[in-house]
Nanobody, 129 residues
Framework: QVHLVESGGGAVQTGGSLRLSCGAS????????MGWVRQVLEKQREGVAT???????AYADSVKGRFTISKDPGKNTLYLQMDGLKPEDSGVYYC???????????????????????RGQGTQVTVSS
């Protein structure tokens, strides 16, 4: 049984930074893809970033150059470093897994459409102007 728990969300001002963490118990980091999805009430879910088992990553155009996804299998943890935050980055951020995922880019699309195997409970990110 895979259990995902996100942490690290909070409230920051425009231009600030946050680092999200996702503890992944029971998950095999050598299989499939992991990623981050965000959702704002009344708006569509968006795949933010994914990372494949071999380390290849993919990002939504809206966060390229500002967000960095990484993982530490030894700590069973997935990370999302978010720099240069903007008000439109606000939302609930979930970590998710998907296997098989074929490529990180394909997983990004799938997770943005709500296709994943497991998802955490989410952590709130609020960016004020």
């Amino acid at each position: 049984q895979v259990h995902l728990v996100e942490s690290g969300g909070g409230a920051v001002q425009t231009g600030g930074s946050l680092r999200l963490s996702c503890g992944a118990s029971g998950y095999d980091f050598s299989s499939g893809c992991m990623g981050w999805v965000r959702q704002v009430l009344e708006k569509q879910r968006e795949g933010v970033a994914t990372i494949a088992s071999e380390g290849v990553s993919a990002y939504a155009d809206s966060v390229k150059g500002r967000f960095t996804i990484s993982k530490d299998p030894g700590k069973n943890t997935l990370y999302l470093q978010m720099d240069g935050l903007k008000p439109e980055d606000s939302g609930v951020y979930y970590c998710a897994t998907l296997a098989p995922c074929f490529t990180a880019a394909r997983a990004l699309d799938h997770m943005g459409r709500g296709i994943f195997d497991y998802r955490g409970q989410g952590t709130q990110v609020t960016v004020s102007s």
